[in-house]
T-cell receptor, first 109, second 119 residues
Framework: GQNIDQPTEMTATEGAIVQINCTYQ??????LFWYQQHAGEAPTFLSY????GLEEKGRFSSFLSRSKGYSYLLLKELQMKDSASYLC??????????FGAGTQVVVTP | DADVTQTPRNRITKTGKRIMLECSQT?????MYWYRQDPGLGLRLIYY???????NKGEISDGYSVSRQAQAKFSLSLESAIPNQTALYFC??????????????????FGEGSRLTVL
C-alpha cells in the first residue's frame, strides 16, 4: 500500500531554521510536492522534486532521495506567517496524489 | 476571481439529506479531483476524473458520487448525508505533467474549500 510519514508538529522561534522530514513508501513515483496550508484555507504549492537533490526557492528548500524514499522541506529565517501546516505529497505514476497527514509548524516570537 | 471555485463554501445540513458540492475551473485542466480533509488524517481522495468521460473512485468513495458535466465542472454528491461526512472538502485540478518541452510539474490547484457539517 501507500504510506507517507511526516511529524505531526514542530515548534521553532522566529528567525530560526526548521526541517520537516517526509518518508514515503509508494508503488509508482512521479515526483514529490510540498504544500503549505494555513488553517481553514486551501493548500498552496511550495516546491516540487522529481530528481535527487536540493531545490532552493528563496527561504524554502526541498530535498529528495528517491532511493531512500525520503524528502525534507527546509524553512529558513522563520517568520510568524510561516505558522501553518506543511503537506508532503507523492505524485503517483498513474496520476493520483498521495498526501501525508501534514506537519503543523508553530513559530514563536 | 479564483481559478478553481467551489460552492457552497459552508453548509450545515441534517442526516439523510442530499447534498451537492459544485466545482468549476477556468484553468483549462482536464484532471479534476475531490478530496476531504479531517484533522490528523490529511487529504484523502474521494473521486477523480482525467477527462469528461472518465470517472474513477478514490480511497474513500463510499457514500459519495460525482458528475463531470463538462471539462470545467465536477460536482460531488452525498446522496444521504451522515454525521461522519462532516469535513472540509476540496476540489482540485491539475494539468498533465511535462518535464520537457515546456516545464509543467502537474501540481494540484485547489479550490477554497467547502466546509460541510452534518447534524
Amino acid at each position: 500500500g501507500q504510506n507517507i510519514d511526516q511529524p505531526t508538529e514542530m515548534t521553532a522561534t522566529e528567525g530560526a531554521i526548521v526541517q520537516i522530514n517526509c518518508t514515503y513508501q509508494t508503488s509508482g513515483f512521479n515526483g514529490l510536492f510540498w504544500y503549505q496550508q494555513h488553517a481553514g484555507e486551501a493548500p498552496t504549492f511550495l516546491s516540487y522534486n522529481v530528481l535527487d537533490g536540493l531545490e532552493e526557492k528563496g527561504r524554502f528548500s526541498s530535498f529528495l532521495s528517491r532511493s531512500k524514499g525520503y524528502s525534507y522541506l527546509l524553512l529558513k529565517e522563520l517568520q510568524m506567517k510561516d505558522s501553518a501546516s506543511y503537506l508532503c505529497a507523492v505524485h503517483l505514476s498513474w496520476g493520483k496524489f498521495q498526501f501525508g497527514a501534514g506537519t503543523q509548524v508553530v513559530v514563536t516570537p | 476571481d479564483a481559478d478553481v471555485t467551489q460552492t457552497p463554501r459552508n453548509r450545515i445540513t441534517k442526516t439523510g439529506k442530499r447534498i451537492m458540492l459544485e466545482c468549476s475551473q477556468t484553468k483549462g485542466h482536464d484532471r479534476m479531483y475531490w478530496y476531504r480533509q479531517d484533522p490528523g488524517l490529511g487529504l484523502r481522495l474521494i473521486y477523480y476524473s482525467f477527462d469528461v468521460k472518465d470517472i474513477n473512485k478514490g480511497e474513500i468513495s463510499d457514500g459519495y458520487s460525482v458528475s463531470r458535466q463538462a471539462q470545467a465542472k465536477f460536482s460531488l454528491s452525498l446522496e444521504s448525508a451522515i454525521p461522519n461526512q462532516t469535513a472540509l472538502y476540496f476540489c482540485a485540478t491539475s494539468d498533465l505533467p511535462r518535464l520537457t518541452g515546456g516545464w509543467n510539474t502537474g501540481e494540484l490547484f485547489f479550490g477554497e474549500g467547502s466546509r460541510l457539517t452534518v447534524l
